[in-house]
């Protein structure tokens, strides 16, 4: 039970708003808004190397303890199961969560960013390439009631409801090609863009329970499931890798993703705009895995008996999944679907705002919400996050506010000097926490023109806005 709560250590990335937000973002502000490179002050932005990872959930936690602190004591971790809750001890205690009646959430993953460029034409338009490396999986709504402590408290022959639920985790690579134009209006301009991706599928996997089903415990070894409707799929190039085979990284799958931005800016007399809006849907597309993938589905109206100590017993997958399918059918390979394994990436819809407030003092807000167009789909984390802001040519410093999943505050901070950044959405999981279920970490290393007195859009790019003038070339 331990390892279901810190084996999600295994960590992903998420939205990184202040460097996605700034004015000097160039690169990097395309992946929360694709028209955001029209607002970028420079004629040229290279991405050396930049990821971050992300860890959340509402299922368990750690006690008093800091994502430095668990890196190096991991293994002095202890089960708080079944015991007392442990958060005013000072001992590193893994336990769940009590509530039984809140749906609960979980999402991890990791993205390194590498090679990437963006150039600004004098017409106004931006042009761009880039490569991301993504690993996201989890599950957006898990249902109270299949917490642990809900559980262990049912007696033999005592039916357990299992509600609805679904779990998915993928392993791609996405190499993107990016374009974006801005048009000229009365008070400023508009600017729309768009990143088309060609996807490779390396690993994925999904279950989904997809209408109530009931357990009953018969005895200590035996459970009764009744009305299960339960899909599942994978890839198994890697599937005998417990048994000391090696790891083979290929591309299984194949598909296309594309994200569509839009922003509207309000320009004053100096050298940045006094106001800028914008709408983007991010992580439109999937993958489909037509090698080395397989689909099962186990449906049956009548009740089924599994022997738990059977399926306990197995250390591998092919063995689970053959039992499984003599359990339902009576045969081996017989729960195998003829469909390809297909995931959907982590759709999302966002909503940009950042305002100037006096020079170098900004404030902004970003709303992100997820979309789902299939059950088998990579969950995004719901954000809404407002931060102040200094942002200057050779740096910057942010204290973003984030509510996460709507029900959870975190404290961030981001900054940048020159060329590098560094920054967390989870400042509480840096400096120790009572209660250790999330954390997040980023880091980013750039390239871009020095002498911004010849590099910059205002005059520099005919045709985009009449009233921008050159960005300042600072003196040190």
């Known amino acids: 039970m331990i390892s279901f709560c810190l084996e999600t250590i295994n960590l992903s990335a998420q939205y990184q708003s202040p460097s996605r937000i700034e004015n000097y973002g160039g690169v990097s502000s395309i992946f929360i808004n694709p028209a955001n490179s029209s607002n970028f002050p420079l004629r040229w932005d290279f991405n050396l190397v930049s990821g971050d990872f992300y860890l959340d959930n509402s299922v368990g936690f750690i006690t008093n303890t800091s994502l430095k602190e668990l890196s190096q004591s991991f293994e002095d971790v202890q089960s708080g199961l079944d015991m007392e809750p442990q958060s ?38 931006s042009i761009g390439a880039f490569y991301n490396l993504r690993v996201m999986g989890g599950s957006s709504k898990i249902p109270g009631s299949l917490n642990y402590y809900n559980y262990i408290s049912k007696s033999v022959d005592e039916w357990i409801d299992f509600p609805s639920v679904n779990f998915a985790f993928m392993a791609w ?28 599928g390396y690993e994925a996997g999904y279950t989904s329970l997809n209408n109530d089903t ?10 009764e499931v009744s009305g299960l409707d339960f899909q599942y799929g994978f890839t198994n190039n890697n599937v005998d890798v417990v048994d000391n085979a090696e790891f083979e990284l290929a591309p299984l799958g194949r598909g ?9 800016v309000v320009e004053d007399d100096s050298d940045t705009y006094k106001l800028k809006l914008g709408a983007s849907v991010n992580d439109i597309g999937g993958v489909t895995f037509r090698e080395r993938a397989e689909v099962h589905g186990l449906k ?6 599994f022997d738990e100590a059977t399926y306990q017993s197995f250390t591998s997958v092919n063995e689970l999944k053959e039992q499984a399918s003599i359990d339902l059918y009576g045969a081996v390979g017989l729960s195998e679907l003829d469909i390809p394994l297909t995931i959907a990436l982590p759709t999302t819809i966002s909503l940009q705002a950042d305002y100037k ?39 910057m410093v942010s204290l973003p506010i984030n509510i996460v999943e709507y029900q959870r505050v975190k404290m961030g901070a981001a900054v940048r000097l020159g060329y590098f950044i560094v920054g967390t959405d989870d400042l509480g999981s840096i400096v120790g926490t009572k209660e250790f279920r999330s954390t997040n970490v980023y880091f980013g290393i750039k390239a871009n023109p020095f002498n911004m007195g010849s590099s910059s859009k205002g005059s520099s790019r005919n045709g985009a806005s009449g009233k921008r003038g050159k960005v300042k070339c600072y003196k040190f």
């Open 357 to 395: 407030i006096v020079e170098y003092i900004y404030a902004s807000a970003l709303f992100v919400n997820r979309v789902s167009f299939s059950p088998n789909s990579v969950k995004a984390t719901n954000l809404i996050s407002v931060a102040p802001r200094f942002e200057h040519r050779w740096g």
């Open 256 to 264: 296309i993703g594309i994200d569509l931005g839009f922003n509207y």
């Open 173 to 200: 690579d996405e190499i993107g090609v990016h374009f974006a134009n801005r048009f000229i209006t009365a008070n400023g301009y508009a600017s729309a863009g768009i990143n088309v991706k060609y996807l490779r």
């Open 88 to 125: 005013d001890k000072g001992d590193l205690v893994a336990d769940f969560y009590r509530d039984t009646t809140a749906a609960k959430y979980l999402q991890f993953g990791t993205t390194i960013n590498g090679p990437a460029f963006l150039f600004n034409t004098n017409g106004g338009q």
């Open 214 to 223: 009931e357990v009953q415990f018969i005895s200590s070894n035996q459970v």
């Open 300 to 305: 049956g109206n009548q009740p089924i008996i």
